[in-house]
T-cell receptor
Framework: EDQVTQSPEALRLQEGESSSLNCSYT??????LFWYRQDPGKGPEFLFT???AGEEKEKERLKATLTKKESFLHITAPKPEDSATYLC???????????FGTGTSLTVIP | NAGVTQTPKFQVLKTGQSMTLQCAQD?????MSWYRQDPGMGLRLIHY???????DQGEVPNGYNVSRSTTEDFPLRLLSAAPSQTSVYFC????????????FGQGTRLTVV
């Protein structure tokens, strides 16, 4: 069964303490892996799309990487404003639907 | 641009009542979708549309109805509300089905008592 699994469920970091979030997927024939950020009480906001193993994308303190089975979202020297839930998603084989992971809730403590 | 606009932001319904959640987008996207988000369950697809006049079921369609008469609007109807439909609902749109980034609305927090 196709699925997307994110870990850890929650992560607390001190400001400046770098770490990584994981998204593993089992969908066959990957047609892109998407990362979103969701702030409390708001809808998810798009961050990155990765299409092939070895691809990397960066935005400020965030860097997303992709292998054949998983993606990592690396957070370098995080700040309190990076606190949010980070979601990953992959399209189904038909491309008509997304599978979403349950997210990682990140808290960065000043 | 307003992006994706959902109304209302909050709603309380009694069991058995019906209502419509509104969703409109101004980006001329063909693909629109409705999700519900529950703690520990992630975002689950209710219904989606690949264009005006075309709709299809997602993972959790029971108890919900949709129609797509225009490119801009994609309302979600709750036929007879049940406490199990208490959730946060998100509407989203994208340029090319689920193959490009989705733009989400701000959400509707629905409580069924």
């Amino acid at each position: 069964e196709d699925q997307v699994t994110q870990s850890p469920e929650a992560l607390r970091l001190q400001e400046g303490e770098s770490s990584s979030l994981n998204c593993s997927y089992t969908v066959s024939g990957l047609r892109g892996l998407f990362w979103y950020r969701q702030d409390p009480g708001k809808g998810p906001e798009f961050l990155f799309t990765l299409y092939s193993a070895g691809e990397e994308k960066e935005k400020e303190r965030l860097k997303a990487t992709l292998t054949k089975k998983e993606s990592f979202l690396h957070i370098t020297a995080p700040k309190p404003e990076d606190s949010a839930t980070y979601l990953c998603a992959v399209p189904t084989n038909t491309g008509n639907q997304f599978y979403f992971g349950t997210g990682t809730s990140l808290t960065v403590i000043p | 641009n307003a992006g994706v606009t959902q109304t209302p932001k909050f709603q309380v319904l009694k069991t058995g009542q019906s209502m419509t959640l509104q969703c409109a987008q101004d980006m001329n996207h063909e693909y629109m979708s409705w999700y519900r988000q529950d703690p520990g369950m992630g975002l689950r697809l209710i219904h989606y549309s690949v264009g005006a006049g075309i709709t299809d079921q997602g993972e959790v369609p029971n108890g919900y109805n949709v129609s797509r008469s225009t490119t801009e609007d994609f309302p979600l109807r709750l036929l007879s509300a049940a406490p199990s439909q208490t959730s946060v609902y998100f509407c989203a749109s994208s340029y090319s089905r689920a193959l490009t980034e989705a733009f989400f609305g701000q959400g509707t927090r629905l409580t069924v008592v």
